[in-house]
C-alpha cells in the first residue's frame, strides 16, 4: 500500500484554527474507522491525540477533534498554541493487518 | 506511569545485524500486543512489525519480511527486533509503540537509531 497523503506544512496564528488531512483510499481510510493521529515533537516520543478517526483518549485537550469524510480523514486544532507546534502523523487500518501512515505534517504557530 | 524505552541502535554496514530492544514498565507488558515503527530521515512513519502479547500473532511490513524477526519476553517487559541483512534504506529512528484499541498505538517509546553504512 501506499501512504497516506498529508500535507508537508500547516500554519496559524495563536488562537486560530487549522486543519490538516490525511488522504487514503477505499482501501484503507474510506474502508474502516480506524484513523488514528500522533503528535511529534523532535526528540521525544509520538503521542497519540485522535483514534477511531474522532475519539480522543484521556489528557487531550478538546481542541483536538477529527473527522472523516470519504477517503479524506481530518484533524482539526482550535485555539492554537505554541505547544503546539509539531509534527502530525496520520495512520490507518489497510487490512490483512497492516497498518500504513501519512508523510507527516510540519505545524507551524506563527 | 506507562514507559518505553528502547535500545540497541548503532552504525552497521550494509549487509550486517542489529538487535533492538524495548524494554516496557508501568503497566501488564503481556497483556499487550506491540509493535515496532521506523522513520527515516525527512519521512513518515512507516509500520514494521506487529507481536500479540502471547507471541501467537506475528505481522511484519512486506519491506522487512524475511530479514526482521520480532520476539518478546514477558517476564522481562521486553521487546526485540532483530535486523539482519541490513540496507541502506533500513537507516531510520525505531521507535517501539504499544498497541491500543481501534488501531492505534497508545504509547510509544523515544526511539533508537539504527543507521546503515559503509
Known amino acids: 500500500q501506499s501512504a497516506l497523503t498529508q500535507p508537508p506544512s500547516a500554519s496559524g496564528s495563536p488562537g486560530q484554527s487549522v486543519t490538516i488531512s490525511c488522504t487514503g483510499t477505499?482501501?484503507?481510510?474510506?474502508?474502516?474507522?480506524?484513523v488514528s493521529w500522533y503528535q511529534h515533537h523532535p526528540g521525544k516520543a509520538p503521542k497519540l491525540m485522535i483514534y477511531?478517526?474522532?475519539k480522543r483518549p484521556s489528557g487531550v485537550p478538546d481542541r483536538f477533534s477529527g473527522s472523516k469524510s470519504g477517503n479524506t480523514a481530518s484533524l482539526t486544532v482550535s485555539g492554537l498554541q505554541a505547544e503546539d507546534e509539531a509534527d502530525y502523523h496520520c495512520?490507518?487500518?489497510?487490512?490483512?493487518?497492516?497498518?500504513?501512515f501519512g508523510g507527516g505534517t510540519k505545524l507551524t504557530v506563527l | 506511569e506507562v514507559q518505553l524505552v528502547e535500545s540497541g541502535g548503532g552504525l552497521v554496514k550494509p549487509g550486517g545485524s542489529l538487535r533492538l530492544s524495548c524494554a516496557g514498565s508501568?503497566?501488564?507488558?503481556?497483556?499487550?500486543?506491540f509493535n515496532w515503527v521506523r522513520q527515516a530521515p525527512g519521512k513518515g512513519l512507516e509500520w514494521v512489525s506487529t507481536?500479540?502479547?502471547?507471541?501467537?500473532?506475528?505481522y511484519y511490513a512486506d519491506s522487512v519480511k524475511g530479514r526482521f524477526t520480532v520476539s518478546r519476553d514477558n517476564a522481562r517487559s521486553s521487546l526485540y527486533l532483530q535486523l539482519n541483512s541490513l540496507r541502506a534504506e533500513d537507516s531510520a529512528m525505531y521507535y517501539c509503540a504499544r498497541e491500543s484499541g481501534g488501531w492505534s498505538r497508545d504509547y510509544w517509546g523515544q526511539g533508537t537509531l539504527v543507521t546503515v553504512s559503509s
Open positions: 507481536l500479540s502479547g502471547d507471541s501467537r500473532y506475528i
Open positions: 477505499s482501501s484503507d481510510v474510506g474502508g474502516y474507522n480506524y
Open positions: 495512520s490507518s487500518y489497510a487490512g490483512n493487518n497492516n497498518l500504513i
Open positions: 477511531e478517526v474522532s
Open positions: 508501568g503497566f501488564t507488558f503481556s497483556t499487550y500486543s
